[in-house]
């Protein structure tokens, strides 16, 4: 009844990461619920699909989570070497996954089992973490490597919003209004 029971609620968890569009509201419910861990304020969670294992997840302050960015939480190569030793002595790896405070992980990112990402730090689209990433660095590539600090692409950032009349615009304005105030494209 058990058996049943777990496989009910998650499938119960995955409707509800498909019907929630919202990563603010989606973060928000995965705390009320405590699914993760741990979930920090202001959190954001795009993604569809849930880890594993969710409670091995911890996710501090002001993160934000793109669009299709899978958490691994273990690996089933055990099962390979199972079978080919005819044995049950190979035991499933996993670890947990911890995201510090103020990080942006881009969209298609793939984190893997044991990584910690510190403070302060961006993992680029499509990105595949295999490792821990320090504090205030921004990451890329398969397997991800430091290509950058955050604070430059902080700077950048505030340089590129400079372009705008900050009395007409904040960090909420919606992409078309942009466009519109920037005259790039016109639409009637």
């Known amino acids: 009844m ?16 498909f019907t929630i569009r919202d990563g603010w509201r989606k973060a ?3 705390k009320r619920h405590k699914i993760f861990a741990q979930i920090g ?23 934000v989570i793109s ?9 089933a190569v055990h099962c390979v070497f199972n079978q080919e030793d ?28 044991g990584v910690t990402i510190g403070r302060n730090c961006i ?6 973490v295999t490792k821990d990433v320090p504090d205030g660095e921004v990451w890329a590539g398969v397997p991800a490597k430091k290509i950058g600090l955050y604070q430059d692409v902080k700077e950048k950032s505030i340089l590129r919003s400079k372009q705008y009349d900050l009395d007409c ?6 992409v078309m209004e942009l466009i519109k105030l920037k005259n790039e494209v016109k639409y009637e």
């Open 41 to 63: 304020e202001n959190c954001y969670y795009a993604p569809n699909i849930l880890p594993a294992e969710p409670f091995l997840v911890k996710l501090h302050n002001n993160v």
């Open 123 to 128: 993992i680029a689209a499509g990105a595949i």
């Open 86 to 113: 005819h044995t049950k002595e190979h035991i499933c790896p996993y670890g947990e996954v911890e995201i510090k405070d103020n990080v942006y992980i881009g969209a298609n990112v793939m984190i893997n089992y």
């Open 28 to 30: 928000k419910w995965l």
């Open 169 to 174: 615009v904040n960090g909420d304005t919606p």
């Open 67 to 75: 669009a299709n960015v899978r958490i691994i939480t273990h690996s």
């Open 2 to 17: 058990k058996v049943l029971y777990d496989k009910l609620r998650r499938y119960y968890r995955q409707i509800k990461m």
